[in-house]
């Protein structure tokens, strides 16, 4: 498998709940970021990590909590969500981050709503 | 103020014709990116074409050009003979110098929906 995965596709969960999605990337990148696309906004840059290191917040509310264990793995654990949070989650993957041709490998994405 | 601008939400093109989607950026850096998306139903967003600030010759890809015009800080995309499968969502993005201590990913503007009609 090539490139970089992002599971599950879709998800659905209440306000209550509590749950995680999953990027992996397979190109040998050294960073790894959170986009949110809501309808008829831009992508929102949430996290970034490089080198494994959170490098970046942007003010996301504490509901939504990264992890990186390993250059190659990024988690988003959700908790105590609110309806506007349903989104399109994009991670992306850079081979060198903070340079001005640092290109983004995107995933498919997981389109969440909450209930 | 918005630091990628695009100001065309929808465009329809008949097939086989050419199209240029619009964007202009802001920034005082001398030195940036600028990138071009294609987003398909899927939601995979798939990188188009580059043009860094600094490169002389317009940058091509293909059926893909950028038309770079640093001026007036415009970077549009140009699809030559445009097919089907060319429906979807555009966006173009700038990366800028980083003035932290660490890596912020690129900006996009707000995307062109793309139709191709038979």
């Known amino acids: 498998e090539t490139g970089v995965t992002q599971t599950p596709r879709h998800l659905v969960m209440g306000m209550t709940n509590k749950k995680s999605l999953k990027c992996e990337q397979h190109?040998?990148?050294?960073?790894m970021y959170w986009y949110k696309q809501s309808a008829k906004k831009p992508l929102e840059l949430m996290f970034v990590?490089?080198?494994?290191?959170?490098?970046e917040n942007n003010s996301v509310p504490s509901r939504f909590s990264p992890e990186c264990p390993n250059s190659s793995h990024l988690f988003l654990h959700l908790h105590t969500l609110q309806p506007e949070d349903s989104a399109l989650y994009l991670c992306?993957?850079?081979?060198?981050?903070?340079?001005?041709?640092?290109?983004?490998?995107f995933g498919s994405g997981t389109q969440l709503s909450v209930l | 103020a918005q630091k990628i601008t695009q100001t065309q939400p929808g465009m329809f093109v008949q097939e086989k014709e050419a199209v240029t989607l619009d964007c202009t950026y802001d920034t005082s850096d001398q030195s940036y990116g600028l990138f071009w998306y294609k987003q398909p139903s899927s939601g995979e967003m798939i990188f188009l074409i580059y043009q860094g600030s600094y490169d002389e010759q317009n940058a091509t890809e293909g059926r893909y050009s950028l038309n770079f015009q640093k001026a007036r800080k415009s970077a549009n995309l140009v699809i030559s003979a445009s097919q089907l499968g060319d429906s979807a969502m555009y966006f173009c993005a700038m990366r800028e110098p980083y003035s932290g201590g660490g890596a912020d990913g690129l900006t996009f503007g707000k995307g062109t929906h793309l139709i191709i009609q038979p």
């Open positions: 992306a993957s850079s081979q060198v981050p903070g340079t001005p041709n640092e290109k983004l490998f």
């Open positions: 990590y490089s080198l494994e290191e959170r490098v």
């Open positions: 190109l040998g990148h050294n960073a």
